[in-house]
């Protein structure tokens, strides 16, 4: 027999009643870990225990856990096999080597999971691919290794614009996702850490819609992110303010002329399952996003329930677009920011571009020096000095005067004229290795992410 305070059958409830023995002498009572032994005045009494005598048995806590920070890994189109975990295997070597205790960077204590989503989703596909490709028996038929190839990729983007197998993709991946987690939970449940996404190719945009997508009755309550932003770092909480001073004017100007006009609304909107977890950061590396959205005509690009979103590209990735002049075109008017090149060792080495870095460069963009200072400005700091050797060029001159027109202003414009008050979004990276033509890193600039050294050590030091 079991039953809770109130009297009631309880199987998981925080506070359980149990008794043993034919005549109920004892009654065992759980309390969260503490389990305590009760002994009954008499078998005959009523269900109330004899408070007076009673022992306390502790379960202990669970043993400490070694990470502070857990990111989830979904990758892009394509099959990603057992060669995609053992990588995701060597990243985490890495970046342990990289932010270990006493190396220069500091130590973050992060664990990188992959979910993997092709492979299931291709089960449910069957054999449709195979039965409808040709077969390649002629000399001058497409080489078979270049048609397989292209349905073990390629295809993937044809069913993302499916209406149903895109719904089985976003389930999938969000079920994968909670599952992952809680199995973390598991295995440390003393984990009280954050949880990030790192994205890439159709992976980012899976996990963008997936976020802005959440339902109003997500486990997690918008005031969670509270114990994230307490230092104000939040790029997406600009965001929100600069979007707030936007509604607002627009409310304005089309009271009593014309309607604002339709919003898009995505397919799956009331279909997407909700995450157990409050997401701190968005990685999306060789990410579409840009692009997709800007092709669905949104009037407002949706903000996503982040802390902060980070999109890296890279110049030669033809995959990878900006998202900033999407969130507001002011951004247009500002330089594109590379991020610094790792290095092993703090003396600054100059590249054939003419570009100097250090280790120490990335590093003092994200410690803060000031008691006022936040990671995301310290990021930024230096984004709108035309003297920042990682700009590709200084800001263009002021345009001319023109008449003063009444314009949305940012709630913070008052206090720092810069839009979003320094805070960006999309951060640039050039291509690694020596190549023999201007085309040559078209090959590998959309897979160059993942093991990129001053990608991981920018993703390290955004994590607090």
């Given amino acids: 027999m079991e039953t809770n305070s109130n009297g009631g059958g309880s199987g998981n409830s925080f506070l359980d009643f149990k008794k043993e023995g034919s005549s109920g002498e004892k009654v065992f009572v759980t309390i969260g870990q503490h389990k305590l032994d009760l002994k009954m005045k008499s078998a005959r009494t009523s269900n109330i225990p004899d408070l007076q005598d009673v022992s306390i048995e502790h379960q202990p806590p669970p043993p400490p856990c070694p990470y502070d920070h857990l990111i989830l890994v979904v990758h892009g189109i394509g099959k990603h096999d057992s060669g995609y975990f053992e990588m995701i295997e060597k990243l985490n070597k890495k970046f342990d080597k990289m932010f270990a205790y006493g190396s220069s960077c500091g130590m973050k204590r992060v664990k990188f999971i992959a979910i993997e989503w092709h492979s299931v989703i291709r089960e449910d596909l069957g054999t449709i691919i195979q039965d409808v490709t040709p077969a390649s028996t002629h000399t001058k038929s497409l080489p078979k290794a270049i048609r397989a190839a292209i349905d073990d990729s390629f295809m993937d983007y044809v069913l993302f614009n499916d209406f149903e197998f895109s719904k089985k993709i976003y389930t999938e991946v969000t079920d994968q996702l909670n599952n992952q987690y809680m199995e973390f939970l598991k295995t440390y ?8 996404l790192y994205s890439h190719s159709l992976g980012s945009i899976i996990c963008y819609d997936i976020l802005t997508n959440q339902p109003t009755n997500a486990l997690y309550q918008s005031d969670d992110q509270r114990q994230f932003v307490k230092d104000g770092d939040s ?4 965001w929100k303010k600069v979007r707030a001073s936007q509604l607002h004017q627009e409310k304005l100007q089309h009271l009593d002329v014309n ?6 609304k995505h397919p ?3 279909s997407f399952l909700p995450l157990v977890f409050q997401t701190y950061n968005l990685f999306t590396t060789g990410s579409p996003i840009g692009v997709i959205c800007g092709l669905r005509r949104y009037n407002h690009l949706p903000i996503p329930s982040v802390i902060n979103w980070f999109n890296i590209y890279n110049i030669c ?12 075109k ?4 500002l330089p594109t920011f590379f991020l610094p090149k790792f290095r092993t060792g703090s003396k600054k080495k100059s590249n054939n571009n003419g570009d100097s870095s250090s280790d120490d460069e990335l590093e003092n963009l994200f410690i803060n020096k000031r008691a006022s200072s936040t990671l995301t400005d310290e990021v930024n700091g230096n984004n709108y000095n035309s003297n920042n050797s990682n700009v590709d060029q200084p800001p263009p001159p002021p345009p001319p005067q023109q008449p003063q027109q009444p314009q949305p202003q940012n709630p913070d414009s008052s206090k720092d004229e810069k839009p979003f008050s320094n ?3 999309d951060y640039a990276i050039k291509p690694t290795g020596i190549h023999i033509s201007e085309y040559s890193p078209l090959l590998t600039a959309h897979s160059d992410y993942w093991m990129a050294s001053n990608v991981l050590y920018f993703i390290g030091n955004s994590l607090k």
Avoid: C, T
């Avoid at 309607?259 to 898009?264: A, G, S, T, Y």
């Avoid at 995959?319 to 969130?327: G, H, S």
């Avoid at 002011?330 to 008017?333: A, C, D, I, N």
């Fill in 189 to 196: 449940p003393a984990f009280d850490g954050k949880v990030s």
């Fill in 423 to 425: 805070y960006r979004f």
């Fill in 259 to 264: 309607p604002i006009k339709r919003e898009f």
């Fill in 317 to 328: 990735d033809p995959v990878a677009y900006l998202i900033e002049p999407l969130i507001d």
């Fill in 268 to 270: 799956h909107s009331s």
């Fill in 235 to 238: 790029n997406i909480a600009s």
């Fill in 330 to 333: 002011s951004f247009k008017q």
